[in-house]
């Protein structure tokens, strides 16, 4: 049965010990920071006024949520129904995804108060990121109500969760549109600074680029997520969750080499476009092709080969390598190849509070998903709604 | 069908809001408020008195520096603009001879910090002036990352209300019709204020008239689509630490062609998406259709298969009916035969 109750443990294990000491941290660093000011926890400056928390919580995070959309596009739109036990986890992940980013926000906004501002009575559309607000703030939304049914079903009210039931396939497809503005606007936000970043990074084509990788990401999280809570949170799971994953892994193992591909592609288009071929020859060439080669090409074979052998531990190793190689990229774009031609000491590199916070919000986030996947029905249907779907 | 109007109504909604982003983002280009004031910067008078940054930091009312204004020490070190910097003077060296240099806001005829602003917070004003509006910031500074001369700065130790800082022009002296504080100070007019147009003319007359003093380019006249300040020089201006490579595109032109497409997702997903739903339905649906009719035709054959069966075992057995009755004649027959033989053999025995 699914609902087998979890075998009484001990609360103070050694990881829940590690997430409360980072907790009480960042705690106290959140007083720190809204008491003291952004300056009083972070190295940002007159020079560098984006850091990792708009890098890496803002970008990364945005970038690694895309399993929501990806998903239950591949399931709901494209009717490959062999998916569906990756829905929930996968909405779960995108939904506390974006919570947190917009939660990060608030830390690197000077005036967080006033977040609603370019939604509501100062609109400033010539911006991207004004954009990127409004699709964040509406696709948001989509996901919550899309989460919402988790609720119902704990709660018992099926009226509500079949009425939400009922608009899945409109959510889903705005859920794309939103997502397509949105992964793409990231990249656009640097558009306006083609004199900053480094110019193997910068092209026109950077929405683009933004919006495929976002695609194999959101696969790859998927992937990494299921095989870690398949070995962690095995006891509940369901049927359809223990069998339901391997055709998961080697689906997505496939899609994800194929849109991979095309973006390793367009990458090399886009050094031919700007005909920047001899900065290839730098060292920013060489940090460039590592990007390209080693954390594009290289995963894209490895999941290709996992599609075919059908081996889901090369498919694993792929996906760790696919996050690795989209933090690396969003990090290149917003913090090493921006600026590069500032001198050496006018260059940013995070302070331990600045990383401490990041740290706190990720440590959050993980909790408040471990939280959700023991009380909530995402890896097993609920009793009562089972022949919903 | 109440799905249909519910998808229609969000694809509208999503348009006419895209189609907002893209008209606001505009295509035409704009050259500038016709009559705007601006300033022009010649580096061959400026002696690097940091008399314009005194004077910058009196009008502003901001905090006084460490070190007096009349400490030129400072000019050793690089420096850029802080929150309570507006402006400052930097030395450089050409053929082992000083070199000065202002730096402040440019005030860009397109600014990209404009441009970038989610919420319209800076704005190019008549008088030529970029200014900044502290009540709608949001505290994002984007505008510091899209400013190609870097000159937004932050007040990052401010807790609650934080400010983007930087050079006003003085705009509210200018609307007086008194002078911009750092032109009123300097002492050796390196610093001409005056409509934009004026400043070019006088900027172009000063390099005809001394080709030997000069190098043939206005800094601010073309880069990154026009600035309000202007600049000439008589060394290189990437020895003054001047970015000669920013282009003359205005920034705002960088980020239209991308935020155009906006339109045409919002235009066509909605419709390959439910394309794309529409056509798995069907398949799905012939699928099913071509199971049920398969199963049928599988079932008519095996009902055929059965009937034809059925008939064979029912002639078989209608032949061994047949046989039955006809081996019961041809007994009862034979029976009778051997009955009359017998009576026969008895009545001739009875002869």
């Given amino acids: ?389 | 069908m109440k799905r249909r109007t519910f998808i229609g109504i969000l694809a509208g909604a999503g348009a006419s809001l895209a189609t907002g982003t893209a008209g606001a983002a505009g295509n035409h280009h704009f050259t500038g408020y016709p009559d705007s004031y601006g300033v022009l910067f010649d580096s061959t008078k400026c002696i690097g008195c940091r008399k314009c940054e005194a004077a910058c930091n009196a009008v502003n009312e901001l905090p006084k520096p460490e070190l007096p204004f009349d400490d030129l020490s400072v000019l050793e070190k690089r420096r850029r603009t802080h929150h309570d910097t507006f402006t400052v003077v930097n030395k450089y060296e050409y053929n082992g001879k000083p070199v000065f240099r202002k730096i402040q806001c440019n005030h860009c005829q397109e600014p990209a910090c404009a441009s970038a602003c989610f919420v319209g917070a800076f704005k190019k004003e008549p008088t030529g002036a970029v200014s900044y509006d502290a009540s709608r910031c949001v505290g994002c500074r984007y505008c510091m990352i899209a400013c190609p001369f870097e000159i937004p700065t932050y007040e990052y130790h401010d807790p609650i209300t934080p400010r983007v800082r930087k050079c006003t022009m003085c705009q509210p002296r200018i609307l007086e019709g008194k002078l911009p504080g750092c032109v009123e100070a300097c002492p050796k007019g390196a610093l001409v204020f005056g409509h934009r147009d004026e400043l070019l003319q006088i900027a172009r007359e000063r390099i005809r008239k001394h080709p030997e003093l000069y190098v043939n380019h206005i800094y601010g006249e073309q880069e990154m689509g026009g600035t309000n300040w202007l600049y000439i020089s008589g060394v290189p201006f990437e020895i003054l630490g001047m970015r000669e490579d920013l282009g003359i595109t205005p920034a705002p032109q960088l980020t239209t062609g991308a935020l155009s497409v906006v339109p045409a997702v919002v235009g066509l997903w909605p419709m390959f998406l439910t394309g794309a739903y529409a056509i798995t339905k069907r398949k799905e649906k012939i699928a099913a259709e071509e199971r049920a009719h398969a199963v049928q035709k599988a079932v008519a054959e095996a009902e055929a298969e059965a009937a034809k069966k059925l008939a064979a075992a029912l002639e078989k057995a209608e032949r061994e009916k047949q046989a039955a009755i006809d081996r019961e004649v041809k007994k009862a027959l034979k029976e009778a035969e051997e009955a009359r033989k017998k009576a026969e053999a008895a009545s001739e025995g009875e002869e």
């Fill in chain 1, 1 to 389: 049965m699914a609902h087998v109750a979890t075998p009484s443990k001990k609360f103070w294990t050694p990881a829940n010990i590690i997430t409360a000491i980072i907790l009480v941290i960042g705690l106290v660093l959140t007083v720190k920071r809204f008491s003291m000011g952004i300056g009083a926890v972070s190295n940002l400056s007159d020079d560098n006024p984006w850091g990792i928390w708009i890098g890496f919580d803002l970008l990364c995070g945005v970038a690694l949520a895309a399993g929501g959309y990806t998903t239950t596009a591949a399931v709901y739109l494209f009717g490959m129904k062999k998916y569906h036990s990756a829905v929930r986890p996968a909405i779960t992940t995108a939904f506390l995804g974006y919570a947190f980013v917009v939660f990060a926000l608030l830390y690197d906004l000077g005036r967080y108060y006033r977040l609603p501002y370019p939604l509501t009575i100062y609109p400033g559309p010539t911006s991207f990121l004004f954009e990127v607000g409004l699709c964040v703030a509406l696709y948001l939304t989509v996901l919550a109500i899309e989460f919402s049914p988790f609720l119902w079903e704990v709660l018992g009210w099926a009226k509500i969760r079949h009425l939400v039931h009922k608009l899945t396939l409109a959510l889903t497809i705005f859920g794309v549109i939103l997502s397509t503005l949105h992964q793409s606007s990231l990249g656009g936000l640097y558009l306006i600074a083609p004199s900053k970043l480094h110019p193997l990074w910068y092209s026109i084509y950077l929405p683009l680029f933004f919006f495929l990788s976002s695609i194999p990401a959101g696969l790859s999280m998927v992937i990494l997520e299921g095989t870690l809570s398949h070995k962690y949170l095995n006891h509940k799971m369901d049927e359809e969750h223990h069998h339901g994953f391997s055709p998961v892994v080697l689906g997505f193992s496939k899609a994800a080499s194929v849109v991979l591909f095309a973006y390793f592609c367009m990458k090399w288009i886009g050094v031919a476009m700007d005909n920047n071929w001899s900065h290839l020859g730098t060292g920013w060439g060489l940090w460039f092709l590592v990007e390209v080669l080693g954390f594009v090409l290289l995963p894209c074979i490895l999941y290709a080969v996992a599609a075919r052998e059908k081996n889901e531990r090369v498919a694993f190793y792929a996906s760790i390598m696919t996050v690795a190689g989209i933090i690396l990229n969003r990090l290149n774009v917003s913090i090493i190849a921006f600026n590069w031609r500032l001198p050496a000491e006018a260059r940013y590199f995070p302070s331990l509070e600045e990383f401490l916070i990041t740290v706190f919000i990720v440590t959050l986030e993980i909790t408040v998903l471990r939280i959700c996947l023991n009380k909530l029905p995402i890896l097993h249907q609920h009793p009562q709604f089972r022949d919903a779907h």
